[in-house]
């Protein structure tokens, strides 16, 4: 019986979540024995045309042809996962949404005229249905191994939905919030990096985007408490995901 096939796909993104992937080396290997890996073209120049049994795709759709190439990329695989901010939530590049892009392309190139891009830009979910969205900037190796053992065997990958308040008292970290005053996105953000910045005295950022039912508002109360003004409040929420929902919605009642 033949090994199932994994195509790794790249769209508007830095390559980061794809480097995760090769990054779980030993890893990688032992799950390289049980299935193919047919397209993944920053290992290897390789490819094996479709069907996929999986697809991995890092990157958000800013271009036409990104959004005809990810249909293209839906009809052929079996189960599609996007990995990363960048496909989940339109990553760092959807500040443009927030914003006139042709201002940008004016301020950046010295031939506009050249550039063909979208309005905005947009997470894979928003062009194609999707199986399982992996959030993180970049995406945790052990949820990544995690998501691609489970897929293979069938069933649901575990993924934390807690907050980072929650690593941080497991780990039993100090709140830097509540100890230092330090201006933090952990009540409102997902867990998954293991705990990186406020482990280090530093607020959370919000790499692995929000928490279901995050309470923005509250946060930003408390923020506003710490002196925050309404203009960093609006751009506390616009990073890595900018453009996800609960983020998006509350850096706009800043403005």
């Known amino acids: 019986m033949a090994n199932p096939k994994l195509a790794v796909w790249k769209f ?3 390559d980061g979540c794809q480097l995760t992937l090769l990054d779980c080396e030993d890893e990688l290997l032992e799950i390289a024995g049980k299935l193919d890996i047919a397209q993944f073209l920053e290992a290897t120049s390789a490819v094996v045309d479709g069907p996929y049994d999986i697809s991995l795709v890092e990157g958000s759709i800013t271009t036409a042809h990104d959004a005809q190439r990810i249909r293209q990329v839906r009809a052929e695989s079996k189960t599609l996962i996007s990995i990363g901010a960048c496909a ?23 031939r506009p005229d050249f550039i063909d891009t ?11 249905q999707v199986d399982f969205e992996l959030r993180g ?4 190796k052990s949820q990544l191994l ?39 996105l952990g009540p409102v953000t997902q867990a998954g990096c293991g705990n990186l910045c406020p482990s280090v005295g530093r607020g959370c950022y919000g790499c692995f985007g929000p928490q ?17 003004t309404p203009p960093q409040l609006r751009d506390i929420y616009r990073s890595f995901n900018a453009d996800a929902p609960a983020f998006a919605q509350e850096s706009r009642t800043h403005d």
């Open 212 to 228: 279901e039912k995050a309470n923005t508002s509250a946060l930003s109360a408390q923020l506003a408490t710490l002196g925050l």
């Open 88 to 110: 989940t939530a339109g990553g760092i590049q959807a500040l443009r949404n927030f914003a006139d892009v042709e201002d940008f392309t004016r301020m950046v190139y010295a």
């Open 12 to 14: 508007a993104s830095c």
């Open 137 to 140: 900037c970049p995406v945790s």
């Open 118 to 128: 979208l309005e905005n830009s947009t997470a894979i979910a928003d062009h194609v």
């Open 146 to 184: 995690e998501l691609i053992t489970a897929t293979l065997a069938g069933r649901k990958p575990t993924v934390p939905r807690a907050s980072q308040c929650m690593e941080c008292k497991r780990r039993g970290t100090v709140c830097v919030m509540v100890a230092h005053g330090t201006p933090c």
